[in-house]
């Protein structure tokens, strides 16, 4: 499957088409969320600054790792005081979400602490926004949703209006990406993939995108780590992309439920604490039954999306599909357990469990009490438990 869409440019060297996108608009007064380091270092500070030099240009960059709600609503207060015509967003999940936010909150009337925690709504269409991602993880390019922590609590704002109006996903702004960028941001993808099949929200559309971007990235990763070709980072920038596309209906559920906290309280990069759960996730939905299946279709049909997981990663049965996860987690030198990260105690386990998302958790086809939880990431779930 390919990208198809006039708003979005993913080829080498689509980020030139910048200066287009700000002709399209007629953009004079340009604000740009921006990761600094990834600015200079994916080589699009050469190519971008040129289009910038004869117009008005506000820069916001002083943000921390995962978008917090301070800096929202510094970026929020300086895009009031600015009005700009075009917001551009370019780094990794964490400016390309703050772009989002920033452009749509700022013609709010509720306060983005109102908004972000679920107390208020959009209500209006915002800034326009170009995406420009120099990761190949997140697909946030490609999501109508944003992500904003308030204190250790992660919140997930969703609008149709937060999907940027313009994307470029140039390959060559990941070149100089680092291996463990590259595969932290990489199992993102993957999981998102993964998990966008076996989603109470999945349809066929979102299922033939995970599939796809699940393809790319099995023959992609490893490579694109270890010793990256063009090829390599081009398949990554699609399997992003996709994966993207798939959760943009489906959304996530269980394992992303699971990574939040342990990024928030043990500073685990999100890819990584989405895959430590993935494999025992996998064989956990395998078996449910029509008692604890929470997709209104059946747990027949969450079986045969179960199956379409087990065929994507050419496995004999799902016990197989496990043992396959995780040695491609291996072969990217990633923990594929909390225990294997080194996180055993139990009121650190059951902390995760009580902080876990209720709203992603939902989105899981098969439901999990928080012993059930528990034990599974403790990764003592018998055969009858599971």
Known sequence: MTVQDDSVLLKPGDLAKVARVVQDLAAKRIMMVVDRAAYEASGAAAVIQPSLEALEVSWFSDFELNPKLADVQRGVDQARAFTPDLVIALGGGTAIDLGKLISSLSHQDASPREIVTGQASIERAGTPLLAIPTTSGTGSEATHFAVAYVGHDKYSIADRSLLPRYTIVDPQLTYSLPATITAATGLDAFCQAIESIWAVGSTDESIGYAVAAGRFALQHL????????????????????????????????????????????????????????????????????????????????????????????????????????????????????LAEAGICDEQALRQIVDSVNTQRLSNNPRSASPEILLQLLKGNLAENEI
């Open 222 to 337: 490893v490579a694109a780590t270890h010793d990256p070709t063009p090829a390599d980072r081009l398949g990554m920038c699609r399997a992003a992309h996709l994966a993207g596309r798939a959760i943009n209906i489906s959304k996530t559920t269980a394992s992303h439920a699971l990574s939040y906290p342990l990024t928030s309280l043990h500073e685990i990069p999100h890819g990584i604490a989405v895959a430590m759960t993935l494999s025992p996730m996998l064989a956990y939905n395998a078996q449910v039954s029509d008692l604890d299946c929470t997709d209104p279709r059946g747990a027949e049909a969450v079986r045969r999306r179960i199956a379409i997981i087990v065929e994507l990663l050419e496995a004999a049965d799902v016990a197989d599909a496990c043992q396959r996860i995780e040695a491609f987690f291996a072969e990217l030198g990633c923990p594929s357990s």
